[in-house]
């Protein structure tokens, strides 16, 4: 018996973790926010290699200390709640970010980014997607707070708000796989396969190598007749990941499908002993 070409798509792409800011609000990946006060700055450069290095404990000794001197500094407050967040400690991540945003109202659209992600990983979603919206509120170009939003907003049901966060993350940032991954994820759910197929092409183009990639491009051609052009993409999948077992199930299915029995079988053999090893 064959295993069909699945009519749902695996999960979106994850969200994105929390993207760190500089005094100048230059966004880098990983980075912490450094803080201003003069008299702190040798504290604050511990303070970002203790993070950097991963040793995020004492990252927070450092902040706290920090604010023990200097109650009012957001900055701070902001960088304590990275490292609690890094350290699970999600409660008092949520608190310190808050007082952040507390503390520098208007300047706070990357705390309310990264508020929006402890606040997703204790599944609040209603309160996440809010944090997101604030975030773009006061910063409307930060792509990652619209990947973000399209992503929780997609979970929670919002299919057409969601569409609208995805479209505008890829404006924003047109070199971003995983964006369009989750578009195409999202158009196809709703039967738009010409339009989602035009995601994942895009995917393959700035991913060449990406698996999934071609999985749901091959899919979504199937899904609209188009056999051949179907063919041709898991043909070229396997030739890329020839361990990749789905792959050739998939396969077997759409030349069974097309009365090709002899070479379904001989892929649905092979996807069956790669299966077997857990590939």
Known sequence: MF????????????????NLETANSVETSNSVEIANSVETSQLVQKGIAAHSSGSYAEAEAIWRQILSVSPDNDAAYNNLGNALAELGRL??????YRAAIRLAPEEAAIRYYNLGNVLAAQEKMDAAIAAFQNAIRLEPSNADAHYNLGYWLKAKGQLEAAEINYREAVRLNPYDASTYYNLGALLSEQARFAEAEVMFRRVLLLEPDNRRGYQY?????????????AETIFRQAIERFPTDSSLRYNLAFLLDKQGRQTESISFYQSAEQLALTGR
């Open 3 to 18: 295993v069909g070409i699945p009519s749902a798509f695996s999960a979106a792409e994850t969200p994105r973790v929390n």
């Open 91 to 96: 409660t008092e991540a949520e608190s310190a």
């Open 217 to 229: 491009l091959g899919i979504t051609l199937s899904n609209q007749n188009r056999l051949e052009a």
